[in-house]
């Protein structure tokens, strides 16, 4: 089962996402390869129109990092259901760097003209990608207190240009916390979308699909790699058709893949 729902959160950890390759071998290996061959121009043109699955070149998809970014959406999705009340299902797409992340996030859902709200505690790096670099491609930022419900829903009715609703809880370095619940369902009461930076807490204590969320992410530079080994970043998003088009297309152009080397 590839989200892994029937055994517990710690075997999932280790096992969820895994498949075993041709040579049988027993965890992951490191898939150490720019590019693919084909079998033929047929074959070729079958893996560029996605008729066939399989992998093409490097920046696109490589399996070591494939099979991490299910075992992320495993873990983002263990115990939850989706509206039919079937295991959740989630796409994760993961990326060079928490920021690199942040960058597919919000250009993939914002656009010259739109808006981005957010609270007052957020990551510096966060912080200034908002205030120095969205501007210039023409997207504003409001950011307000989180803790004031009333004036979030305030924003929100009287701004329709508001496009994304983005959460970091808890805040690196305040720790201050936001109720995502409660501003998901104002966001999506105004047709936005919502999404958690879920770096500090990791899904073993905080799951935001559960209250809803369009999309998580994580610098996977901290705990959830845990091992201090490498710089990385992911981004889980449930609307699967969404992830796979407009995501995956900024994902790719932007540049920002991760490598099986830090995937590993
Ligand atoms: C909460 C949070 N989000 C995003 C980032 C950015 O991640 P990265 O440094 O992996 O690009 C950081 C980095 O410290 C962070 O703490």
Known sequence: MKNNQHIGFGSSCVHAGFEVEQHHSHITPIYASSTYLFDSAEHAVNLFTGKEKGYIYGRFGNPTTNQTEDKIAALEAYGLKDEAGEPLVLKAILHASGMAAIT???LANVSAGEKVLTNLSLYGGTQELVDKVLPGLGIETIITD?????????????????????IETPANPTLQCVDIEAITLLAHQNACKVAVDN???????????RFGVDFVMHSTTKFLNGHGTAIGGVLIGRDIPFMQTKVTKHHRLLGGNSNAFDAF
Do not use: M
Request: without cysteine.
């Open 199 to 209: 770096t500090f807490a990791t899904p073993y204590l905080q799951q935001p699909f």
């Open 104 to 106: 597919t996030l919000l």
């Open 146 to 166: 989180f803790k004031d419900l009333n004036n979030v829903a305030e924003i929100l009715k009287n701004d329709p240009s508001i496009k994304l609703v983005y």
